[in-house]
């Protein structure tokens, strides 16, 4: 006869169909991980022999089997009734004794190892429960803080109806699982005082693309059960999986989260408690604990190594609760589960891209899941019991949601919430029912009116947008498999960091351009001098806006330097090991002057374009200190985060001697060209540059074509004038010659050579030119990308016909 009761220490992931896949998980690791410096808390868990047992007691199979037979399959109209009479017959049962005697065993083991001052995490877990194709997502209950013995039993009693929760009874039915075949193991455990600290979720994965080599961390105050329901916005830290056991510190990005709820244990109550719930309350996080970061940095970088050695025990991506004790500071994994979304996707052999075709009126945002475009009628629901308001097809649009919704979610062409992160339970059935999704927007269902027609974009990156009205999108789909690879290096352009996940799945060779324009536009928005000498800034408006945006910071300069590494970080990890070319600033002095602060520390100049921009800039009393803070970002990106491939180029170098000034500058600070590596490149878009390609070969390692200066500065024609428009054109024979020049002399140095730039996707013939004389790589914008791989094959094989 099969135990009623296993504990940890006996239980293996082996054990699955006798103690769920969630306890089975927990007694695998505490057996095999623990060993290895994983924590994990003891337990017990009650078997599929015990469950069977209370199951025959009173007849109770037998009138479940009744009540279910009721149900309406088609519609589930009848859900809701059905499924309160299964709950009302389990609980209306005597708990039989010979399982109480049992529980009373293991907690009686529980008290001899940790006193009589212990609490209990009481968990559900499914027979069914945790496999790949199924992950049963807070379809069960979980009851925290549970004290004593008679509250333990009530509280395993409560697990068993759990397993009949209108939501539970219908995964089932979706999913092909018979309900009496399913059986319910309850997991006690216990308690991490999370309620004095945090705890959160863990993937070894990026959950929105798949990116298998990051790890992505979330985390509130209190215990977690409000990150699992996504009743609070987390905290977030990206780590690069690659670089765990390598570099000196591996987060490649970090997001605050406003965490505005923290759930904590309630105030002790002697005797039993009427409802299990009654153990947990949750309530406001003081302000000044939702500007803080749930985790030390050392804490973060522990629990993705600790992610990566669970991934690899189970051979596969995870995904992972964990805990921090508030009493003795210590971290803990509570659950661990296959992660069942993007591992279980095959690598698709079509890549779509959606762009919108019109600008609407943005009514939110928030965090956006899916890169995916969809329009229909919002549904403003408030709680589950509106199901019926909502037609298939249509967007539904609430404060949050928990696993109560799930028999609705599968009707929702898109999932709008006001609360929840990119771990919460809306995010993970939003993907696993193929929804478009925008989490957290804080103000959906008062921005959004109900009945609305809307358009869900999440296509621009990892912020999703809500607009007002039916607008028109384009999709662009490439059948990847069937593509071939030319010889020729094709490499991105790239400024964007919430899109280097996406298109890393591209057949590219790397990033032959990354803008830091883009970045320091969109992550910083400060000018550089604004932050190196804040105490000099006159004008009050923008002193408060500068104080909003860095107050995380002790240092202003810090804010600088970290923001911008961290958003170069993710895209150098996302096409690790492959190149990721750097470009140094190159905004224009008007263009800096629109940046928080800029207007006091630019000067006004006739002619921007070829004023102090690029190199001249770069050693200039006006900018010296703000190339430093550059510097300082990358050498943190390639000597802290360990990502060497990045290399640094040097944008509108105008002499020889001016390119050796900033290798000289580099070194000051910290960027050695050769060492660790380290390659410098230059920008050839000045005649000057391709006219002297050897001598500034001597000075550089390599360099990129940019066409358009390069174009304007042969012809002497503003490439922003629609008047000159005739006479802009990169097939001017001179621009070309001096392309050629370029080519002829990099090759007798040796120097590699790129391009950077439009005409290659657009015109075959510009392909066939640059190919025909020996490229090196050519660089394109990602919705350009697939046409100038195109492009390059044919002037390859032209190439190849003609020799």
Partial sequence: MEPFIKYFREISYKDLGLVGGKNASLGEMFNQLVPQ???????????????????????????????????????????????????????????????????????????????????????????????????????????????????????????????????????????????????LSVGIQTMVRSDLACSGVMFTLDPDTGFRNAVVISGSWGLGENVVQGAVNTDEFVVFKPMLEKAKQPIISRQLGSKAKTMVYAEKQEGELQNPTDAIINQGTPAEKQEEYVLQDEEVVQLAKWGKRIEEHYKQPMDIEWAKDGVNGELFIVQARPETVQSQRKQEAFFTEYTLKEQGKVLCSGIGLSNRIVSGTARILSSPDEIDKLQEGEVLVTRKTDPDWDPILKKAIAIITEQGGRTSHAAIVAREVGAVAVLGTNNATQAIQDGQEVTVSTAGGETGYVYEGKLAWEEKQTDMSKLEKPRTKAMLILGDPEQAFKYSFLPNDGVGLMRMEFIINNAIQIHPMALKHFDKVEDRQVRDKIEQLTHHYQSKEDFFVDRLAEATAVIAAAFHPKDVIVRMSDFKSNEYANLLGGRQFEPQEANPMIGLRGASRYYHPMYQEGFELECRAMKKVREVMGLTNVKLMIPFCRTVDEGRKVIELMQKYGLKRGEHGLEVYVMVEIPSNAILAEEFAQVFDGFSIGSNDLTQLTLGADRDSGLLSDIFSPFDAAVQQLIVMTLEKAQKTGTKVGLCGQAPSDYPEYAAFLVAHGINSISYNPDAFFKGMENMLQAEQAKATVK
Avoid at 148 to 172: E, P, V
């Fill in 37 to 183: 410096g994983v924590n994990v808390p003891d337990g017990f868990a009650t078997t599929a022999a015990a469950y069977g047992h209370f199951l025959d007691h009173d007849r109770l199979r037998e009138r479940l089997q009744q009540a279910l037979a009721d149900l309406d399959t088609e519609r589930f109209s009848n859900l809701s009734g059905v499924g309160k009479k299964c709950r009302e017959l389990i609980l209306g049962s005597d708990f039989p004794e010979e399982i109480r005697q049992e529980i009373k065993k293991g907690y009686d083991y529980l008290l001899g190892k940790y006193g009589d001052a212990i609490s209990l995490a009481v968990r559900s877990s499914a027979t069914a429960e945790d496999l790949p194709t199924a992950s049963f997502a807070g379809q069960l209950e979980t009851y925290l803080n549970v004290s004593g013995l008679q509250n333990l039993y009530k509280a395993c009693h409560h697990s068993y109806a759990s397993l009949f929760t209108d939501r539970a009874i219908k995964y089932r039915v979706d999913n092909g699982f018979e309900h009496m075949q399913v059986a």
